[in-house]
């Protein structure tokens, strides 16, 4: 039995598109951010939603043209360790969480986020 709804909050995505369909910009706002600004700007965003009735994930992978590589690399790391710190929140699965923590290691050590270790 779900609980009753007390609350809502909004999270707006705009993307900014160039002739060719490619984003030039993305902002995002949410409604639970009263002192906010205005919209935030950001160079990519990944939204991965879980379809309660086909099981499936949808997924929205999007990124400005002047994102970098090296740039990319970073979102991507840290992307990785959250998702394993989510999958452990979510599980209490410490096995698989470390594992896909080696990886996210792995990862940063060979994109050079992770400095390498000095050799004595």
Excluded at 97 to 119: L, R, S
Aim: proline share 5%; hydrophobic share 35%; net charge negative.
């Amino acid at each position: 039995m779900q609980k009753p709804i007390v609350k809502k909050s909004t999270i707006e995505i705009e993307i900014g598109l160039n002739a060719d369909k490619h984003p030039e910009t993305i902002h995002w706002k949410t409604s639970d951010d009263p002192g906010s600004v205005g919209p935030q700007e950001c160079k990519a965003m990944l939204l991965s939603l879980f379809d309660k009735s086909h099981l499936d994930t949808l997924k929205i992978d999007l990124w400005t043209t002047e994102m970098q590589v090296a740039e990319m690399d970073r979102f991507m790391f840290h992307t990785l360790r959250s998702l394993a710190d989510t999958y452990y929140k979510a599980t209490n699965n410490l096995t698989l969480c470390n594992d896909m923590q080696a990886f996210v290691d792995y990862f940063g050590k060979q994109t050079g986020i992770i400095p390498p270790e000095d050799k004595q």
